[in-house]
């Protein structure tokens, strides 16, 4: 029973456009969030994270939407690279902060931004 | 490098034998974390450190899997017996407290 969900398994962009990966949650104990992008032979690397308190967090050209009434969260990218070609993952955890216990994971939507 | 160390880097080995794999986290992150990703999934949480503990062994998909962690740092997980269905990415991770988790590239583990 998979409680962080990306029903989009990849998504193809046009350079300079945006981006938007989505993720939905089942469980309303997750309080914390986070996006990790993923290269291919690589480990993922941290991206974003939010917090239940807030519906937005934005850091350059990133942009995490919380919408805790929907269980639903969505990254945006502005504009899209070619270098943001990964796999994205959505992760949520059910205490602030990673370390308090584990994340649990999407399947990933691999995004292609082509030029 | 400062960041999590993982080894080696890729393992094919033959159904039934044990194999060990190896997280050198990042110094001074308290906490510990293995995950797998299987073909075409996400990520699965296997088990996690905090010091040398492990409060949450909940993700250990059978008791052939097992992992220890010693001097609050280098963290070893074993597979015993290893089966086809072994076969993954296997992800160390560690973070301060309450900060995101650091990843290493992972080990590609082949169950012939």
């Known amino acids: 029973d998979q409680q962080v969900k990306q029903n989009s398994p990849s998504l193809s962009v046009q350079e300079g456009r945006i981006s938007i990966l989505n993720c939905d949650y089942t469980n309303s104990m997750f309080d914390y969030f986070l996006w990790y992008k993923k290269y291919p032979a690589e480990g993922p690397t941290f991206l974003i994270s939010?917090?239940?308190?807030?519906d937005k967090n934005e850091d350059g050209r990133f942009t995490v939407f919380l919408n805790k009434s929907a269980k639903h969260l969505s990254l945006h990218i502005v504009p899209s690279q070619p270098g943001d070609s990964a796999v994205y993952f959505c992760?949520?955890?059910?205490?602030?902060?990673?370390?308090?216990?584990?994340?649990?994971f999407g399947k990933g939507t691999k995004l292609s931004v082509k030029p | 490098g400062a960041g999590v160390s993982q080894s080696p880097s890729n393992k094919v080995t033959e159904k039934g034998k044990d194999v060990e794999l190896r997280c050198d986290p990042i110094s001074g992150h308290t906490a510990l974390y293995w995950y797998r990703q299987s073909l075409g999934q996400g990520l699965e949480f296997l088990i996690y450190?905090?010091?040398?503990?492990?409060?949450?062994k909940s993700g250990l998909p059978s008791d052939r899997f097992s992992a220890e962690r010693t001097g609050g740092s280098v963290s070893t997980l074993t597979i015993q017996r290893t089966q086809q269905e072994d076969s993954a990415v296997y992800l160390c991770?560690?973070?301060?407290?309450?900060?995101?988790?650091?990843f290493g590239p992972g080990t590609r583990l082949t169950v012939l």
């Open positions: 991770a560690s973070s301060k407290p309450r900060n995101e988790q650091f």
């Open positions: 992760a949520a955890s059910a205490s602030y902060g990673g370390s308090q216990g584990n994340l649990i």
């Open positions: 939010i917090s239940s308190i807030k």
């Open positions: 450190f905090q010091g040398n503990s492990a409060p949450d």
